[in-house]
């Protein structure tokens, strides 16, 4: 059973600085294409971020040039580094593994951003 385990989500105020980590069952990472979504509370589920194993990223416009995905194949991790948070962000973030037969999802952290 494929395993998608999200951490790091917390409080902090607007302009500040927070890193998301997901770990994977071991051969996932650079295997499958790996995301970041978001969904504040009464709005659909937004699409954030994702990485395919070479490397090659994409943003969603709310975020670029603030959020950047990476992924260590080693450690099985994922990560998302949000900078200048805005309230705006606030939200459950979800890590998703995009794999070929099927999509596996974290249980989702809180992100809180107040102004």
């Known amino acids: 059973q494929v395993q998608v385990v999200e951490s790091g989500g917390g409080s902090v105020q607007a302009g500040g600085s927070l890193k998301l980590s997901c770990t994977a069952s071991?051969?996932?990472?650079?295997?499958?294409?790996m995301a970041w979504y978001r969904q504040a509370l009464g709005k659909e589920r937004e699409f954030i971020s994702d990485?395919?194993?070479?490397?090659?990223?994409e943003y969603g416009d709310s975020v670029k040039g603030r959020f950047t995905i990476s992924q260590d194949n080693a450690k099985n991790a994922l990560y998302l580094q949000m900078n200048s948070l805005k309230t705006e962000d606030t939200a459950v973030y979800y890590c998703?593994?995009?794999?070929?037969?099927?999509?596996?999802w974290g249980q989702g952290t809180q992100v809180t951003v107040s102004s």
């Open positions: 998703a593994a995009i794999c070929t037969r099927e999509i596996y």
């Open positions: 071991a051969g996932i990472i650079g295997v499958c294409r």
């Open positions: 990485i395919n194993g070479g490397g090659t990223t």
